[in-house]
């Protein structure tokens, strides 16, 4: 099982990133893929999920209204569209994979994680 995360980098606030998550050793069938953060200093959190293989979402406080969790099936692949970001989403950006995507996997963790990728919101 193996996740890359990219797309991070640097913009404005009030502006928008899409980050990608690649998957490999699994389709996203089996799995259910979720996007974190770790600011720094910082505890990481929890965002969002979508859960295999119905593509049901779910979203923290964090990640209601500005983000929002698609996946492209036959690309392997999950997105996280950012918009209107804010300073405060500065932060390394994970995705994690686990056969769960519940509220207590977005607080606990998942089992297999990536290599995040940074954002950082400044103008």
Excluded at 16 to 30: A, E, H, M, N, Y
Excluded at 57 to 84: C, E, H, P
């Amino acid at each position: 099982v193996q996740l890359q995360a990219s797309g991070g980098g640097l913009v404005q606030p009030g502006g928008s990133l899409r980050l990608s998550c690649v998957v490999s050793g699994f389709t996203l069938d089996d799995y259910a893929i979720g996007w974190f953060r770790q600011a720094p200093g910082k505890e990481r959190e929890g965002i969002s999920c979508i859960r295999s293989p119905d593509g049901m979402t779910l979203y923290t406080d964090s990640g209601k209204g500005r983000f929002t969790i698609s996946r492209d099936n036959a690309k392997n692949t999950v997105y996280l569209q950012m918009n209107s970001l804010k300073p405060e989403d500065t932060a390394v950006y994970y995705c994690a994979a686990d056969r769960s995507c519940r509220r207590h996997t977005l607080y606990y963790g998942m089992d297999y994680w990536g290599k995040g990728t940074l954002v950082t919101v400044s103008s």
